[in-house]
Antibody, heavy 121, light 110 residues
Framework: EVQLVESGGGLVQPGGSLRLSCAAS????????MSWVRQAPGKGLEWVSG????????KYADSVRGRFTMSRDNSKNTLYLQMNSLRGEDTAVYYC??????????????WGKGTTVTVSS | QSALTQPASVSGSPGQSITISCTGT?????????VSWYQQHPGKAPKLMIY???SRPSGVSNRFSGSKSGYTASLTISGLQAEDEADYYC??????????FGGGTKLTVL
């Protein structure tokens, strides 16, 4: 069974940093591009970032570019999202999602349950 | 890049059919056949219902179907059931090699 389990969320002050992790199992992790998607309280889905199966290519939403860095360790079947210079508008549930292709994410066929990030003083 | 445009809400009675529209631009829906639809129940993670405009993942009911014409994609749910009540989001691959979502549509089964 394909599983994605996020961790690392919590309460952080504005300007602070946090690193999210996503442990993957049940599929050949290095074969699939992956994404992070977030959902602010009471709001819709927002695509945050994507990474190729090899980790050599990353893409970011304009709202996080320059502040967030997505990476992966294929030897550990783990995805990461390093979040710096956090703002109140980054408060959201962050989902890890498996893409259907190797190089880019065209759609997301498996989602984790999410981890909550709250940015507040 | 602005979100894809979806109606805020739609409703229908059990057994009826409903359609949710999703309008984009020449940089996403109109150019690529990579439109997807996701169902989200309250407090739960999204679930893929349709991908590549009209393909259904294994295990998704054939009551769910997708289509596209020009700048607008559509999700149709036939034979509405109470368990279909949820939020629905469309998504599309874009010319920037990113993904963009719609604002979401709340489906109410009367």
């Amino acid at each position: 069974e394909v599983q994605l389990v996020e961790s690392g969320g919590g309460l952080v002050q504005p300007g602070g940093s946090l690193r999210l992790s996503c442990a993957a199992s049940g599929f050949t992790f290095s074969s699939n591009a992956m994404s992070w998607v977030r959902q602010a309280p009471g709001k819709g889905l927002e695509w945050v970032s994507g990474i190729s199966g090899s980790g050599g290519s990353t893409k970011y939403a304009d709202s996080v570019r320059g502040r967030f860095t997505m990476s992966r360790d294929n030897s550990k079947n783990t995805l990461y999202l390093q979040m710096n210079s956090l703002r109140g508008e980054d408060t959201a549930v962050y989902y890890c999602a498996k893409g259907a292709g190797h190089y880019v994410v065209y759609h997301m066929d498996v989602w984790g349950k999410g981890t909550t990030v709250t940015v507040s003083s | 890049q602005s979100a894809l445009t979806q109606p805020a809400s739609v409703s229908g009675s059990p057994g009826q059919s409903i359609t949710i529209s999703c309008t984009g631009t020449s940089s996403d829906i109109a150019y690529y056949n990579y439109v997807s639809w996701y169902q989200q129940h309250p407090g739960k993670a999204p679930k893929l219902m349709i991908y590549d405009v009209s393909s259904r993942p294994s295990g998704v009911s054939n009551r769910f179907s997708g289509s596209k014409s020009g700048y607008t994609a559509s999700l149709t749910i036939s034979g509405l059931q109470a368990e279909d009540e949820a939020d629905y989001y469309c998504g599309s691959y874009t010319s920037n090699s990113t993904v963009i979502f719609g604002g979401g549509t709340k489906l109410t089964v009367l």
